[in-house]
């Protein structure tokens, strides 16, 4: 941990303390100070400590420590590509993340690599053909019991790609993969808005049961009013389910309103684009 050292000297002086006004008896003024000048590391037990002194959550600490040291990840910049339209950035990241694999065998790189080739591939209008990489993909996400927000990212940019049926199955113990981390604002959105894309992607092939079951086990998670956004797409969300089922005026009327709070939030893009949705449906 000693790479850290630096940023808690940087928290420390900003907040006005000295490492006489953090070190007790668990913690001792010399274990801080080599810490702070990189000459040795801290144990996580140790550390914690000393940031519940400053009033830091470890959360925090590993963002600021997140930020003020790497670039911009490929899956990050993988947004940029599709929304720029970018195959050229788009081509860079696969032959970075793939010759990074070659040299280091990580299997996440090659996780990465392959969710870039997919997208790559269909901006140049090719299918990724099937292998022994897509196979290791599908065979990664059923076999990962426990899921962090890298899982997600991964999952959710391989959704469109990967077998319809399979996308489904995955999507089901999503919630159950995922309950250790619903406490985390950043995961639970990823959380929500996989399964809301999901039972979007089963209405648009009248997959209704499937729809449904997504629909519920959205409902059965802990979204409160914090989670404004998330839950005016699930009660458009419930309105497409609504005209799809025969209960076309109360569906309709549904997710009018939702587009209407989305209006009145300043969420035009989303209301647009939901918008251009409900009239595809209405047909």
Known sequence: ????????????????????????????????????????????EKLVHLLDKLKVSMQEFVYLSTKKQ??????????????????????????????KYRETSDMYTRLVAIVLEYHDKNLQGEDMKNGEDPAFLIDYLFKCEMWTQFDMVIFANAMAFIPFE???????????????????????????????????VCLTGNRLHDAKMFI???????????????????????????????ERNQG????????????LAGSFQFERIFGDYLKQILK
Not at 168 to 185: C, G, M, P, V, Y
């Open 166 to 200: 399979t996308s489904i199955t995955i999507s089901k113990d999503l919630a159950k993969k995922t309950e250790r981390f619903h406490s985390n604002r950043q995961s639970f959105e990823t959380i929500i808005n996989t399964l809301e894309n999901m039972a979007m």
């Open 216 to 246: 519920t086990i959205i409902e059965e998670l802990d979204m409160d009013e914090t989670y404004f956004l998330e839950r005016v797409i699930l009660k458009f969300i419930k309105g497409l389910y609504g005209i799809k089922i025969g």
């Open 1 to 44: 941990m000693g790479i850290y050292g630096g940023l808690f000297r940087e928290i420390r002086m900003s907040r006005g303390l000295s490492i006489q006004d953090l070190a007790d008896d668990f913690v001792s003024k010399s274990t801080i100070s080599r810490f702070e000048r990189m000459e040795a590391d801290i144990t996580f």
């Open 70 to 99: 790497r670039n911009r990840s490929s899956l990050e910049l993988l947004s940029k590509a599709l929304i720029e339209n970018n195959t050229t950035l788009l081509h860079q990241l696969v032959e970075k993340e793939w010759q």
């Open 252 to 263: 309709e009327k549904e997710a009018k309103e939702a587009l209407a709070v989305m209006n």
